[in-house]
């Protein structure tokens, strides 16, 4: 069985940085695409960064661009999403998946909130 547990999000002021984890059992990372996603408040979930297989990173939203890193430690089966310069419309609750995203995965996410 497949859990994805999302952690380290927090309320932080606007340009101020956060380190999310995602710790995945019952499947490998190195093996699988995985993702970030979040949902913000009123509007649906959507894709924010995806990493390929053996960590190759293919994909960031455009509004994320040069201020969010995703990577994958998978020694610890983990991915993480650094996040920079954190703006108020980051502000949202994180999850992690694989891309595309398997309904049955879902986890309780980690919120972000970022004030001006």
């Known amino acids: 069985q497949v859990h994805l547990v999302e952690s380290g999000g927090g309320a932080v002021r606007a340009g101020g940085s956060l380190r999310l984890s995602c710790a995945a059992s019952?499947?490998?990372?190195?093996?699988?695409?995985m993702a970030w996603f979040r949902q913000a408040p009123g509007k649906e979930r959507a894709l924010v960064a995806r990493?390929?297989?053996?960590?190759?990173?293919?994909y960031y939203v455009d509004s994320v661009k040069g201020r969010f890193t995703i990577s994958s430690d998978n020694l610890k089966n983990t991915i993480y999403l650094q996040m920079n310069a954190l703006k108020p419309e980051d502000t949202a609750v994180y999850y992690c998946?694989?891309?595309?995203?398997?309904?049955?995965?879902w986890g309780q996410g980690t919120q972000v909130t970022v004030s001006s």
């Open positions: 019952g499947l490998t990372v190195r093996t699988s695409a």
């Open positions: 998946n694989k891309d595309p995203p398997s309904i049955n995965y």
């Open positions: 990493i390929g297989l053996s960590g190759f990173v293919s």
